[in-house]
């Protein structure tokens, strides 16, 4: 079975703060994949990062930042000095190998507020 | 270029009307899903095309009725839709089914 958890649900920051984004994952697989999407109001799920299981090492793409760590099943998202574009709701998915679905979790809905 | 295109963006229906989506990508992607979301929900996996072969349905009613065409178009054909079936669709495409999924834009389905 493969779950993930993502456990605060609402998260609002002020501009220009920082926001952590949790996730929380199960699975039996060795070998894994763990992905981050943004979903803004318009609707369409925009990929932002895949990692692999065996590729421990954290990942910074501009004010993005991954911290992957097996050691505790988490995988969490850093926004680094948030803008209003940030505003959306992020997801958190994993996927086994050989398993053809996804497992999201319920999301995070992020507020950044002017 | 990672896009997936879906029509309409919108769609109303009453509950006798038959209505199609459709999605299309051309980045060359053999597996194609579709989901249905829900408000403040995740999305909820519904079909599975891999190489123009169904793969995966995932115990939907037989009121969607997939069909892919060719490798670069999936449609979901709707009959008979249900107020509960109002949700966002949404279609994604991928290398092949161990590849990363590149989502469209959804269509909004508003069942009357």
């Known amino acids: 079975a493969q779950k993930v958890t993502q456990a605060q649900t609402e998260i609002s920051v002020v501009e220009k703060e920082d926001v952590t984004l949790d996730c929380v994952y199960e699975?039996?697989?060795?070998?894994?994949?763990l992905f981050w999407y943004k979903q803004p109001p318009s609707g369409e799920l925009v990929f932002l990062i895949r990692r692999n299981s065996f590729d421990e090492q954290n990942e910074i793409s501009g004010r993005y930042s991954w911290n992957f760590q097996k050691s505790t099943s988490s995988f969490n998202f850093t926004i680094t000095a948030s803008q209003v574009v940030d505003s959306a709701v992020y997801f958190c998915a994993l996927r086994g190998y050989g398993n053809n679905r996804l497992a999201f979790g319920k999301g995070n809905q992020v507020v950044v507020i002017p | 270029d990672t896009e997936v295109t879906q029509t309409p963006k919108h769609l109303v229906m009453g509950m006798t009307n038959k209505k199609s989506l459709k999605c299309e990508q051309h980045m060359g992607h053999r597996a194609m899903y579709w989901y249905k979301q829900k408000a403040k929900k995740p999305p909820e996996l519904m079909f599975v095309?891999?190489?123009?072969?169904?793969?995966i349905n995932e115990s939907v009613p037989s009121r969607f009725s997939p069909e892919c065409p060719n490798s670069s178009l999936l449609n979901l054909h709707l009959h008979a839709l249900q107020p509960e079936d109002s949700a966002l669709y949404l279609c994604a495409s991928s290398q092949d089914l161990a590849e990363t999924q590149y989502f469209g834009p959804g269509t909004r389905l508003l069942v009357l």
């Open positions: 699975t039996r697989d060795t070998t894994y994949y």
């Open positions: 095309y891999s190489y123009e072969k169904l793969s």
